[in-house]
């Protein structure tokens, strides 16, 4: 995996071995983005059941999914690979060590290409509902290859409406104090040769006020039934700031990170991070030592400052407790064939 800390200044390539290795790149932002940390922990319980079967690969399935699972505790993909894989454990405990181990790894690398596939119909349909030509599309946070399997969520949206020949340009808000905007999506899209311009994550509601904007889009970490949203923190006062202004608020949410078991935002866990993030800047003290810092990762954005949700099944609109049931209900369906 590209280790992201240290991107834009140097792209450097991390190897995991085994699942402690892959807990510790989640944990500690190696790798980052809900369907990216979703498909490495798959990735990482096949790892950590290798050399294992039957009552032996079971009892250390239990070990590596609670390790896998308290890593990120606010995005579902992670919770929902991790569940997946056992689920493929148990049906397949009567097989040999290699075998089951052949197994797993292909579940793994099944879900990987899954996300690559959802993010390119994710941005399809996107692309299909922005209007306009050019675009100007405002964004938070890093929903792009770097987030997940390839190609992106929210930026897989940016992406798919340039192939579609729309000439579009984004702002990405810096996203403190981890820099995943400047950092990360401003790398990915400078890269791409897609024009786009920093601001500082204060500068937002002037932008937006200026005119010109033609929406918000951003990705989600687990967005609830009722179309509540946790996403970086930082996104609920950009929905605020753009209900105020009249500009269109979308989520990019792959289904994997629908989570219809969660009622509302309320329910959703929300990670607090170490305070040294705020206080320390590339290791430097930047804040007086021993101040108190709140550093939560995520924030919720009430459904009602939604204007649609954008999903690999198509786009969801209010009242989102019916239409993402119904797409989520129709992805079951379909899988189960």
């Excluded at 896998?68 to 397949?92: C, F, I, Q, S, Y």
Aim: hydrophobic share 45%.
């Amino acid at each position: 995996m590209i280790d992201q800390r240290l991107l834009p200044g140097r792209e450097v390539i991390r190897i995991c071995r085994d699942y402690r290795a892959v807990a510790a790149a989640i944990r500690t932002m190696v790798i980052r983005g809900a369907p990216a940390i979703g498909v490495a922990a798959a990735m990482g319980v096949a790892l950590g059941i290798r050399g294992c079967a039957g009552a032996r690969a079971k009892a250390r399935f239990e070990t590596v999914a609670r390790t896998l699972k308290a890593t990120r505790p606010t995005a579902v993909n992670l919770a929902w690979a991790v569940e997946r894989m056992g689920r493929v454990l148990a049906e397949n405990l009567q097989l040999a060590a290699p075998a089951l181990y052949a197994r797993m790894r292909a579940e793994a690398l099944a879900i990987y290409h899954e996300d690559l596939a959802a993010n390119r119909a994710l941005g399809s349909y996107g692309a299909k509902l922005l209007s306009g030509n050019p675009l100007t599309i405002l964004t938070h946070c890093n929903a792009g290859a770097l987030a997940t399997a390839g190609y992106g969520t929210a930026l897989g949206v940016v992406r798919a409406a340039r192939e579609a020949g729309k000439r579009v340009s984004v702002i990405a808000d810096e996203t403190r104090p981890f820099l995943q905007g400047s950092r990360l999506t401003a790398w990915e899209l400078h890269k791409d040769r897609i024009p786009v311009t920093v601001i500082a994550d204060n500068m937002a509601a002037s932008v937006l006020r200026a005119g010109g904007v033609s929406c918000v889009i951003v990705g989600t970490d687990r967005t609830a039934a009722n179309g509540d949203v946790a996403n970086k923190i930082g996104t609920y006062p950009l929905a605020v700031m753009a209900r105020r202004h009249g500009v269109p608020f979308y989520v990019a949410a792959p289904l994997s990170s629908i989570d219809l078991g969660c009622r509302s935002g309320e329910d959703i866990p929300i990670e607090q991070r170490s305070g040294l993030e705020l206080t320390e800047f590339a290791g430097r003290q930047i804040a007086p030592r021993g101040v108190s810092t709140f550093n939560p990762a995520f924030d919720v954005t009430p459904a009602e400052l939604v204007t649609a949700i954008i999903t690999e099944r198509g786009v969801a609109r209010p009242p989102y407790r019916r239409s993402l049931a119904a797409l989520k209900r129709g992805a079951e369906k379909d899988h189960r064939r």
